[in-house]
């Protein structure tokens, strides 16, 4: 099956320095990539997503990349804010496998005013 | 659509208790997850259905553990009898598997077995 692994499991930054979250899979077959955001006592929310046929998808100060090649895919935060602070997720899907997303262990950020 | 909808928010209960989590999708989808979340675990997935079908059941922990989904609109996720070990935040959600693959989580279920 899948294998996720992501990494630093906690990062902590200076308000306004970037932040680098990184995951690799194992399953050549995963077509989709979604990072979720889980605030404290929070449900995980899509932040961004970026499939297979894409190598880099950017959405103000976030930016996903992915390098199908190597199986791995990165998450970038620029610019960061106190309320970026939370636990973030990557996952591999392989769509048509009824959706099933595999979880990374998830990176606990923490932005320092 | 409000959403994924879990009830209860909360249980605290005893130790050898059923307890019974309840999940409604999201109208329209036809995949459903049940998560358990815990500091130590992280989000595991212990069952998953498609189109009210049980696909993969692999991460249920135990057999105290049972899911079902009698219908496209409802789920539940029952341990009996509860232990200790149980306690952790129950997340069930929903996607239209094929159409995109976001997952919509419900707000969970925190469980305490004392």
């Known amino acids: 099956g899948e294998n996720v692994e992501q990494h630093p499991s906690t990062l902590s930054v200076q308000e306004g320095d970037s932040a680098v979250i990184k995951c690799t899979y194992s399953?050549?077959?995963?077509?989709?990539f979604p990072w979720y955001k889980q605030e404290l006592g929070k449900r995980p929310q899509l932040i961004i997503d970026?499939?297979?046929?894409?190598g880099e998808k950017k959405d103000q100060r976030i930016a996903v990349t992915l390098n199908k090649t190597a199986k791995h895919f990165s998450l970038h935060i620029t610019e960061t804010q106190p309320e970026d602070s939370a636990v973030y997720f990557c996952?591999?899907?392989?769509?048509?496998?009824?959706?099933?997303?595999?979880f990374g262990d998830g990176t606990t950020l923490t932005v320092k005013p | 659509d409000a959403g994924v909808i879990q009830s209860p928010r909360h249980e605290v209960t005893e130790m050898g208790q059923e307890v019974t989590l309840r999940c409604k999708p999201i109208?329209?989808?036809?995949?459903l997850f049940w998560y358990r979340q815990t500091m130590m675990r992280g989000l595991e997935l212990l069952i998953y259905?498609?189109?009210?079908?049980?696909?993969?059941d692999s991460g249920m922990p135990e057999d105290r553990f049972s899911a079902k989904m009698p219908n496209a609109s409802f789920s539940t996720l029952k341990i009996q009898p509860s232990e200790p070990r149980d306690s952790a935040v129950y997340f069930c959600a929903s996607t239209l598997a094929g159409d995109g693959g976001e997952l919509f989580f419900g707000e969970g279920s925190r469980l305490t077995v004392l």
């Open positions: 259905f498609n189109n009210n079908v049980p696909i993969d």
């Open positions: 996952a591999a899907t392989f769509n048509t496998n009824a959706g099933k997303s595999t």
């Open positions: 109208s329209g989808h036809n995949s």
């Open positions: 399953d050549s077959a995963s077509n989709y």
């Open positions: 970026i499939r297979s046929n894409v």
